[in-house]
């Protein structure tokens, strides 16, 4: 049972240690200390974490890698973002936001700081033609769903997850308010991928590469461990788009890169090197 809570006029931080965020949460932003970031060989420097975001972009440079665009190479940098690497002077540089991924692209004579993981995506489909079509009403419903994911995911992952695996209280009202809506947003995928194969259409676009780090892995019980309360398996059509995406080679290459969590075969903390897929990690992959 929780005590009713009156806001005070003027709202001020009371630091806390409760919460499993609560040593790097701060109500302004800037660097809190001087930390150069390392630069690599390739023309992308990624600098991220293996989480639904950071995924995003590991598995469109992964899925440009395949398609021959060898100026997709890309060192990704793990960010520790518990120990508070995004507040790193080098990092606040690329991102103000101190959010992961943040993205340097040195290929032209200037390099080009990218952040915010759907306009990410979208420099790299434009940079290199693919994955967001040209067609004026493709194109249109490609960014609206890419939009989609963009304004939806805080819901699910700010809250949602937040108070349902992460938050030092279990608040029923909380916890009833965000699983109504996360309920919702995948309702509105299994309406949509009733109708087509993607999310944009016939073909798979940086819409699919946005949502299927949240969603599909919402959809397959991967997700703050909320899929049997979420009742996930309800919504079919979520579950065959899921199933189809994560079965693609560079999906299953681009969402272990960076990551932290785990069985240790399926985490490549940082990939500097196609070669750094190495043969168990390869074997896993398969699996």
Known sequence: MTTEYTPPAVWTWIKTTEGRFANINRPIAGPTHDKE?????HPMQLYSLGTPNGQKVTIMLEELLALGHAGAEYDAWLIKIGQGDQFGSGFVEINPNSKIP?????????????FESGAILMHLAEKFGEFLPTEPAARAETLSWLFWQMGSAPYLG???????????????????RFAMETKRQLDVLDRRLAETAYLAGDDYTIADIA??????????????????????QDYKNVQRWADQIGARPAVRRGRIVNRLQGEPSAQLHERHDASDFDLRTQDKLQG
């Open 37 to 41: 970031l390392p630069v690599g060989k």
């Open 102 to 114: 943040a993205l340097l692209d040195r290929s032209g004579p200037k390099p080009i700081r990218v």
């Open 158 to 176: 700010g809250g949602f997850g937040h108070f349902y695996a992460y938050a030092p209280v279990k608040i029923e009202y909380a916890i009833d």
């Open 211 to 232: 949502v299927w780090p949240w969603y599909g892995a919402l959809a397959k019980g991967l997700l703050y461990g909320g899929g049997e309360f979420l009742s996930v």
